[in-house]
């Protein structure tokens, strides 16, 4: 089994910053991907960042330049750190880890964490 817990997020100032974290820890073979999404009220799931064992990032339009997303493969932790936050960008943030569990199976997983509400808000 594998298990992904979430940190960070809460409320914040527009202009701001917050760095959310995530690790994923049990029966772990290798690391495909990694990647943050979000999910306003009312909107559909969206990626924001992501990030593949190779360690190629990408980011969707609205917040390049704002938000940086990066890895500990070590620790089996994918971080996101946002700056220059806008009321916009308020949503639940979901880690995601695709992943192999086992050597001698090639079945790639999705496996996501609790969700963690990001505010922005004056």
């Known amino acids: 089994q594998v298990q992904v817990v979430e940190s960070g997020g809460g409320l914040v100032q527009p202009g701001g910053s917050l760095r959310l974290s995530c690790a994923a820890s049990?029966?772990?073979?290798?690391?495909?991907?990694m990647g943050w999404y979000r999910q306003a009220p009312r909107k559909e799931r969206e990626l924001v960042a992501g990030?593949?064992?190779?360690?190629?990032?990408d980011y969707t339009d609205s917040v390049k330049g704002r938000f940086t997303i990066s890895s500990d493969n070590a620790k089996n932790t994918v971080y996101l750190q946002m700056n220059s936050l806008k009321p916009e960008d308020t949503a639940v943030y979901y880690c995601?880890?695709?992943?192999?569990?086992?050597?001698?199976?090639?079945?790639?997983?999705?496996?996501w964490g609790q969700g963690t509400q990001v505010t922005v808000s004056s």
């Open positions: 995601n880890f695709k992943l192999r569990s086992t050597s001698w199976s090639g079945v790639v997983g999705d496996y």
């Open positions: 049990g029966r772990i073979f290798s690391i495909k991907a």
């Open positions: 990030i593949i064992s190779g360690g190629s990032t």
